[in-house]
């Protein structure tokens, strides 16, 4: 059994590196290059605005707008696109904001739970920890959230079917631009539920 999880484990691990290496991080670093060129762009505005009196402030408050929108919708079909690459790798994992509050959970994770989204985000994914796990597991959370630490736990959850399931949930900090932007986690099964 702990030889089948290890090598669960690996085989996932290598997956989420191949995943990292040829599709998210050259995606993100050409999202980075788009981004710097919206950023000259705004620059140009501002300049032209500035020192050349072309235009009116009006003019380039919409143009800077404008410019932003079309920077947060980039982001966004990224983020989409990095979900549905770990989902088909059949991944359940979650996205927390800065404060830990879970923001997205993955239909991997909702199967894995036998809960809809809406149980599971927020801070609903706690109620469903075993009551013997629930408050070691909340403390070990907040201090993760709080010190921008890993989580690392094995817990139980109930399902809504009554059965439990025991579960690795593993977690890291992510940075956008060196700011803490909240954490990606993952969640896998430990054996069968019971």
């Known amino acids: 059994m702990a030889l089948e999880t290890i090598a669960t484990l690996e085989t996932?691990?290598?997956?989420?590196?191949w995943l990292w290496n040829n599709v998210i991080k050259p995606r993100m670093q050409k999202s980075k290059l788009q981004r710097q060129e919206?950023?000259?762009?705004?620059?140009?505005?501002h300049n032209e605005v500035k020192f050349n009196g072309g235009g009116s402030i009006k003019d380039a408050v919409y143009r800077l707008e404008k410019s932003v929108s079309v920077i947060d919708t980039k982001l966004?079909?990224?983020q989409e696109n990095q979900h549905v690459a770990l989902n088909l790798q059949g991944i359940a994992f979650w996205i927390s904001n800065e404060h830990g509050g879970c923001e997205y959970?993955?239909?991997n994770l909702c199967k894995l739970l036998g809960r809809n989204e809406s149980e599971i985000l927020g801070n609903g994914w706690?109620?469903?920890?075993i009551p013997e796990d629930r408050k070691r597991i909340f403390e070990a959370w907040e201090f993760s959230v709080e010190n921008k630490?890993?989580?690392d736990e094995y817990y139980t959850y109930k399902k809504s079917d009554g059965k439990f399931q025991k579960v690795w949930g593993l977690a890291?900090?992510?940075k956008i631009g060196g700011l803490h932007a909240g954490t990606m986690g993952k969640l896998e099964a430990i054996g069968e539920p019971f």
């Open 38 to 45: 919206m950023l000259d762009k705004i620059n140009d505005i």
């Open 76 to 78: 966004n079909g990224i």
């Open 172 to 174: 890291f900090h992510k």
């Open 12 to 17: 996932t691990g290598k997956g989420i590196g």
């Open 126 to 129: 706690v109620g469903w920890i």
């Open 105 to 107: 959970a993955s239909t």
């Open 149 to 151: 630490s890993a989580f």
